[in-house]
């Protein structure tokens, strides 16, 4: 069974880091694109950066220069970076990747999320 978990999540001060890290376990051909999106109360699921196989990142106008996402394929793992939090970044953070797997089926993965709290 293919599945993404996350850790790193937790409370932080404004202004303060935290790293999150997301790995993928299971029977997997490839990974192609790997995210995170980010869910806050009241308001919709939001992007909050992307990644490709070939390193190629995007990220949302809000987090740009404060965050900084990165992978190891070899690990099957996604990082998320967040430096300078602000309250506004509290959410629950989820993970995702479009994924390969054996016999040719695709298609993409969440994982269960992990909650960031930046107190002011």
Request: hydrophobic share 35%; proline share 2%.
């Amino acid at each position: 069974q293919v599945q993404l978990v996350e850790s790193g999540g937790g409370l932080v001060q404004a202004g303060g880091s935290l790293r999150l890290s997301c790995a993928a376990s299971g029977s997997i051909f490839s990974i192609n694109a790997m995210g995170w999106y980010r869910h806050a109360p009241g308001k919709q699921r939001e992007l909050v950066a992307t990644i490709t196989s070939g390193d190629r990142t995007n990220y949302a106008d809000s987090v740009k220069g404060r965050f900084t996402i990165s992978r190891v394929n070899a690990k099957n793992t996604v990082y998320l970076q967040m430096n300078s939090l602000k309250p506004e970044d509290t959410a629950v953070y989820y993970c995702n990747a479009a994924m390969v797997l054996p016999g040719a089926l695709q298609g993409s993965w969440w994982g269960q999320g992990t909650q960031v709290t930046v107190s002011s």
